[in-house]
């Protein structure tokens, strides 16, 4: 079985200040690891997926995520934020065919000018 | 890219009623799609999988005679809460599953308030 845990449910931050939020993860079997975004009143969007390769991914908009399976971890990381990126951010585990997904909590993220 | 619409966002209904919600593919057919419910504080937990054309799976603890899933066709997937109660108010969302290097869509979700 798969399990994800977010232990932050709320992070407060200033503009341009870095931020971390945080994810575990445990799981029988491989599994791929994802972050999603929810803005407020929209859907889930894909923010940044690991698969293979190289442990490092990155976002379009500055985010990264670092797997570290030693830690079983995923941990979510942008050095400067921006007022935009307020919204809730959900870590998930998938088993190789990418449809039944395992979330976590949830963390929302504010960004305060 | 495929894009899940997922109506309405918000519904508030009284307990004992039944509330539809639909769960639409606007560009892509979709023989699997997936139902998710969240619980204030708590984590997106998947409810069911619906199949177009046959039986909907659903996860253990899940009640199929109160959370009917109908998947008529390849672009339509509805869940209706029968007989809703306060207890069933929660946050629902569909997905559309991916496969080998596909992502997966999900709707915008939808707000349930069982009074």
């Known amino acids: 079985a798969q399990s994800v845990t977010q232990l932050d449910s709320q992070v407060p931050v200033f503009e341009e200040a870095p931020v971390e939020l945080r994810c575990n993860y445990s799981?029988?079997?491989?599994?791929?690891l994802f972050w999603y975004v929810q803005y407020p009143n929209q859907g889930l969007q894909l923010l940044l997926k690991y698969l293979s390769g190289s442990t490092l991914v990155e976002s379009i908009n500055g985010f990264e995520a670092e797997f570290n399976k030693s830690q079983t971890s995923f941990h979510l990381r942008k050095p400067s934020v921006h007022i935009s990126d307020t919204a809730e951010y959900f870590c998930?585990?998938?088993?190789?065919?990418?449809?039944?997904?395992?979330f976590g909590s949830g963390t929302k993220l504010n960004v305060k000018p | 890219g495929a894009v899940v619409s997922q109506h309405p966002s918000r519904v508030i209904c009284k307990s004992g009623t039944s509330v539809k919600i639909e769960c639409r593919s606007l560009?892509?057919?979709?023989?699997?799609m997936f139902w998710y419910r969240q619980f204030p504080k708590q984590s997106l937990m998947l409810m069911a999988t619906?199949?177009?054309?046959?039986?909907?799976?659903?996860e253990q603890g899940v009640e199929k005679d109160k959370f009917l899933i109908n998947h008529a066709s390849l672009t339509l997937s509805t869940l209706t809460v029968t007989s809703a109660h306060p207890e069933d108010s929660s946050f629902y969302i569909c997905s559309k599953g991916g496969g080998g290097n596909t992502e997966a869509f999900f709707g915008q979700g939808t707000r349930l308030t069982v009074v």
């Open positions: 799981s029988s079997v491989s599994v791929y």
């Open positions: 619906s199949n177009e054309g046959s039986k909907a799976t659903y």
């Open positions: 560009d892509f057919q979709a023989t699997t």
């Open positions: 998930a585990v998938s088993e190789y065919n990418f449809n039944k997904f395992y």
